[in-house]
């Protein structure tokens, strides 16, 4: 199982909100920032969102990202049906001394 | 163009070694570090470790010393990842992305590949 802990599977309707939890603790999400990666299916992933809440250029603004305690959070408003992929959120582990991930979670659009 | 160009596809018998390239354009390949990652089939990002691409230094994730080796050949950009005694497990998606931040602690893969599957089978 992944130190960072997402739920597998989220969904909603086109226009809707959706938000996709990553839980960890304090020697990871509690003390480092956190990525977000999006995979849409049969490619490479894609940074999201970094330290906690910046978006890359080209990023749209319907994703945001926010951290708080020992948990993040990947939020996308208006949803369209191009967003359906798999996040990941990410962080550095200061016990184990590595980047870990969270298991991942796959959103439906439907 | 940035990007990372990686080698192809690879099968391999249990007990062979692979070497997976990636090579870097559009950018300044020793100001940004170097990550491997990889993804079983059906399965999340794994992280393998980094190189550093100015000193050569390399950095193993906990469990991944001694089969993986990490090398560079700074001349043509590219980084290398070495995988020996391959066994059915170790078949997967193996992505090089490039690493992006300040401290040891805080940076992120702003930059992927697009992987090389390394199939291992007899």
């Known amino acids: 199982q992944s130190v960072l802990t997402q739920p597998p599977s989220a969904s909603g309707t086109p226009g809707q909100r959706v938000t996709i939890s990553c839980s960890g603790s304090?020697?990871?999400?509690?003390?480092?920032?956190v990525s977000w990666y999006q995979q849409l299916p049969g490619t490479a992933p894609k940074l999201l969102i970094y330290f906690n809440n910046q978006r890359p250029s080209g990023v749209p603004d319907r994703f945001s990202g926010s951290q708080s305690g020992t948990s993040a959070s990947l939020a996308i408003s208006g949803l369209q049906s191009e967003d359906e992929a798999d996040y990941y959120c990410?962080?550095?582990?200061?016990?184990?001394?590595?980047?870990?991930f969270g298991g991942g979670t796959k959103l439906t659009v439907l | 163009q940035v990007q990372l160009v990686q080698s192809g596809s690879e099968l391999k018998e249990p007990g062979a070694s692979v070497k997976v390239s990636c090579k870097a354009s559009?950018?300044?390949?020793?100001?940004?570090?170097m990550n491997w990652v990889r993804q079983a089939p059906g399965q999340g990002l794994e992280w393998l470790g980094w190189?550093?691409?100015?000193?050569?230094?390399?950095t193993y994730a906990q469990g991944f010393t001694g089969q993986f080796v990490f090398s560079l050949d700074t001349s043509v950009s590219t980084a290398y990842m070495q995988i020996g005694s391959l066994k059915s497990e170790d078949t997967a998606v193996y992505y090089c992305?490039?690493?992006?931040?300040?401290?040891?602690?805080?940076?992120?893969?702003?930059?992927w590949g697009r992987g090389a599957l390394v199939t291992v089978s007899s």
């Open positions: 304090s020697s990871n999400i509690g003390s480092n920032p």
């Open positions: 990410a962080a550095w582990d200061d016990s184990l001394n590595g980047r870990v």
């Open positions: 190189i550093s691409t100015d000193t050569g230094d390399p």
């Open positions: 559009g950018y300044s390949f020793t100001d940004y570090a």
């Open positions: 992305a490039r690493k992006r931040g300040g401290t040891s602690r805080d940076w992120y893969f702003d930059l």
